[in-house]
């Protein structure tokens, strides 16, 4: 039978060391654009995650000063440590866009190689630098050379499985600097469909001697104990099981901490969570902006409660401060009664 009692045996948070910094525990939230910005930063914190990523930022972007990558970069009074990942394909303006990185206060730099999306490969960006390691490790050299904090690389299998390479990369990148990889165990060309394999993750692990971060179908606190188990990973990477659910994080942690699988949030935990989030998002962007994004998350908070399924048509129909904060939830009240 499998061993699935926890992984951590104190009741002590587990230091996981990235360079010089020290993170708390071993429970990683994933860069996701559109979702890990600066209000979802903040909450994941709160609720007891140990590494927080902002969402993908363009080397370009950060070097032409675009305004709305400022706000993207924008970690300030955040509780750390933050990782901010980058992306693109040219050594010199990756080494340039880290420095700028940096100079924002950053405490780890990410190199994206994962990112599967056809606007971001086509560039030779995200994951297409798995299919060009020379390029790949010339970029993590440089951004190394430019900067003090750690830096490290997201990646995945491999571009697809005839051409699975993530432990011959991973070697690389670490040779080249790097001081830890998370991998993400589907191929580009899965995107984020099928099963992740969690065993490319093992393999990288034992291949390299910097922190690995496992990544992909972790959705549960169990699924994180049995990932780490699995794997020998030194954290675990959650990604979409967080849209709308912040508490997997504080969860997660105390289930590898102490063996105790806390209870869900309840309905009023839920409804203040939002509440919060969107107040956050109008404190960060402006209302204007957080009645528009808003929308994606309340749809994601209310996932599985009796009622929200018919009320989501009024979502998309002019949202306001009152609707997101009162209206919606005495509706949602109403339909349960």
């Known amino acids: 039978m499998p061993n699935n009692s926890p992984v951590l045996s104190n009741n002590r948070p587990t230091i996981l060391q990235i360079g010089h910094v020290a993170i708390s525990n071993p ?3 994933a860069p996701m654009a559109g979702v890990t910005d600066r209000a979802f930063r903040i909450l ?4 007891g995650c140990g590494l927080v990523y902002t969402e993908m930022i363009s080397d370009q972007a950060l070097l032409y000063g675009n305004p709305k990558t400022n706000i993207l970069l924008d970690c300030s009074g955040e509780k ?8 693109g394909s040219q050594v010199e303006y990756m080494a340039s866009a880290a420095e700028i990185v940096a100079g924002r206060g ?7 190689m994962g990112c599967p999306t056809p606007k971001i490969v086509k560039n030779g960006e995200g994951a297409a630098l798995m299919r060009n390691p020379e390029l790949a490790v010339r970029i993590v050299e440089a951004v190394v050379d430019r900067v003090s904090c750690p830096v490290t690389v997201k ?6 499985e ?3 390479n993530a432990v011959e990369l991973a070697r690389l990148v670490m040779q080249a600097g790097a001081a830890a990889v998370a991998v993400h165990g589907r191929t580009r060309e899965q995107f984020y469909s099928g099963k992740a394999d969690w065993g490319i993750i093992r393999q ?6 910097v922190p690995v971060i496992g990544n992909g179908d972790v959705r549960t606190p169990e699924d994180a104990n049995r990932m780490l188990r699995e794997t020998g990973c030194h954290a675990v990477m959650i990604g979409r099981a967080a849209a709308g659910n912040p508490w997997i994080f504080s969860r997660t942690a105390h289930y590898l901490a102490t063996g105790e699988l806390l209870p869900g ?9 939002a509440v919060r989030h969107y107040k956050l998002l109008v404190e960060t962007k402006g209302e204007d902006v957080a009645n528009r994004e808003m929308r994606k998350h309340l749809a994601w908070y209310t996932r599985g409660l009796r009622g929200a399924a018919s009320l989501r048509a009024r979502i998309y129909k002019g949202c306001s401060y009152k609707f997101y904060t009162e209206e919606f939830w005495e509706l949602l009240t109403e339909q349960q009664i």
């Open 44 to 47: 994941a914190a709160e609720h």
């Open 106 to 112: 950053a405490d780890i730099i990410d190199i994206n």
């Open 204 to 209: 990288v692990r034992e291949a390299v001697a």
């Open 27 to 29: 429970v990683v939230a």
């Open 155 to 160: 990646m995945r299998k491999g571009w697809d």
């Open 265 to 273: 949030p309840t309905p009023e935990m839920g409804r203040e969570t």
């Open 162 to 164: 005839a051409s699975v």
């Open 80 to 87: 750390g440590p933050i990782c901010v990942q980058i992306f």
